[in-house]
Every structure is written in structure tokens, then in C-alpha cells.
């Protein structure tokens, strides 16, 4: 089957402090990762992508085939980056699965 | 970068009537096209892919006659609600993959039906 599972639907973090949002996912195929942001009142929008291996808004993620996990990770959270954030499987025919999502706050 | 548009932003109909909403993509070809519904606080279901000049492919559990998709163009989609009833309220989202580009999926801004 594929899922995708994020096991925290709200994540409170200090600024300044490291954050992890965690995402899992069950897929039988190679899979494509994404994490999507929402802030509030914007439309969805590309994070980033396990492919590109980039680091975006000082946010990177790691795919671990062997745990299937693919968290989003940064070490020192701004005000800025509340938000929420969904993580995404990419599926044959350019499908894409969402998770619940995890809505992350910043605290001041 | 790519742009999506959706119109109308917000919708309100009465129950039994038919709506319809548009997806655009205004700066690219889009090979592909979904629609999502996004319930409130809830992550995004998908509900059909529409590609330009076919039918739809539907996910499980959605009705296709109940939500019709037409890809009339390579940057033009719709989904019409018909006979909408007020378990049909929700948020609608629609994405477009650039046909040229690495396949990423751009993301409308939403459209919010509500039906009385």
C-alpha cells in the first residue's frame, strides 16, 4: 500500500531551537519525496524534493530507505517558519500521496 | 517561476445545482493536471488526474459523475460539482505538472465551495 504518515499534527518549537517534522512512508516502488509548506492564507508550495538534495530556507531532509522515513529537519527555527508542512510521496503516473501534515508553531 | 490559477476563489451555490471550476496553468503546458479536496484542517485527498485531450482517471471512492473534469487544453482543466449538496462543501485545489520542466507540480491557490 502506499501511505505516507506524519506522526505529529502539532509540533511546538522555541525560536532558535532545532526542529524535526517526521515523516514515514510505504511505497514498494523507488520512491520520490517531497516536503510541501503551507503558510497561512498561501497556497501550497514546493519545500523540497530528496532528488535535488538541496537545502531550502536552511530546511534539509534525508531519505532513509531502510527506515522509510524521509524527516524534515532544521537546526535553529525562526518565527518565520511557522507554518504547515506536508510531507509528500511521489507515485507512478506523477501521483502524488499527502500525510496528514504536521502544523509546526514558532514560539517567540 | 510557474503559476496556477484557479477561479473562482470562492463559490457559494444552492443544493442541487452544478458548479464549475476552473484550473489554469498561465505560464506553461501542462502535461497533467489533479484536482484535490482539502478538508478543513485535513492534508490533501486526491481525487482525479486529468490529462490534456482524456478522461480522467478517478480515485477510489469518488464519484465521476458527480465530479466531472473536463482538460478541455494543455493549460486548462475544470471540475464541475453537479448537484451539489452540502456534504460537497469543502476546499478544492488543483495542481498542473510543467510539461517542460522536471515534473514538479505547481499548486493553485484553492477554491472554497460552499453549498446551502
Known amino acids: 500500500a502506499q501511505r505516507v504518515t506524519q506522526p505529529e499534527k502539532l509540533l511546538s518549537v522555541f525560536k532558535g531551537a532545532p526542529v524535526e517534522l517526521k515523516c514515514n512512508y510505504s511505497?514498494?516502488?523507488?520512491?520520490?519525496l517531497f516536503w510541501y509548506v503551507q503558510y497561512s492564507r498561501q497556497r501550497l508550495q514546493l519545500l523540497l524534493r530528496h532528488i535535488s538534495r538541496e537545502s531550502i530556507k536552511g530546511f534539509t531532509a534525508d531519505l532513509n530507505k531502510g527506515e522509510t522515513s524521509f524527516h524534515l529537519k532544521k537546526p535553529f527555527a525562526q518565527e518565520e517558519d511557522s507554518a504547515m508542512y506536508y510531507c509528500a510521496l511521489k507515485t507512478s503516473y506523477d501521483k502524488v500521496i499527502f500525510g496528514p501534515g504536521t502544523s509546526l508553531s514558532v514560539i517567540p | 517561476g510557474a503559476v496556477v490559477s484557479q477561479h473562482p476563489s470562492w463559490v457559494i451555490c444552492k443544493s442541487g445545482t452544478s458548479v464549475k471550476i476552473e484550473c489554469r496553468s498561465l505560464?506553461?503546458?501542462?502535461?497533467?493536471m489533479f484536482w484535490y479536496r482539502q478538508f478543513p484542517k485535513q492534508s490533501l485527498m486526491l481525487m482525479a488526474t486529468?490529462?490534456?485531450?482524456?478522461?480522467?482517471?478517478?480515485e477510489q471512492g469518488v464519484e465521476k459523475d458527480k465530479f466531472l473534469i473536463n482538460h478541455a487544453s494543455l493549460t486548462l482543466s475544470t471540475l464541475t460539482v453537479t448537484s451539489a449538496h452540502p456534504e460537497d462543501s469543502s476546499f478544492y485545489i488543483c495542481?498542473?505538472?510543467?510539461?517542460?520542466?522536471?515534473?514538479?507540480?505547481?499548486f493553485g491557490p484553492g477554491t472554497r465551495l460552499t453549498v446551502t
Open positions: 486529468s490529462n490534456e485531450g482524456s478522461k480522467a482517471t478517478y
Open positions: 505560464d506553461f503546458q501542462a502535461t497533467t
Open positions: 511505497y514498494s516502488g523507488s520512491p520520490e
Open positions: 495542481s498542473a505538472t510543467d510539461r517542460q520542466g522536471a515534473g514538479e507540480q505547481y
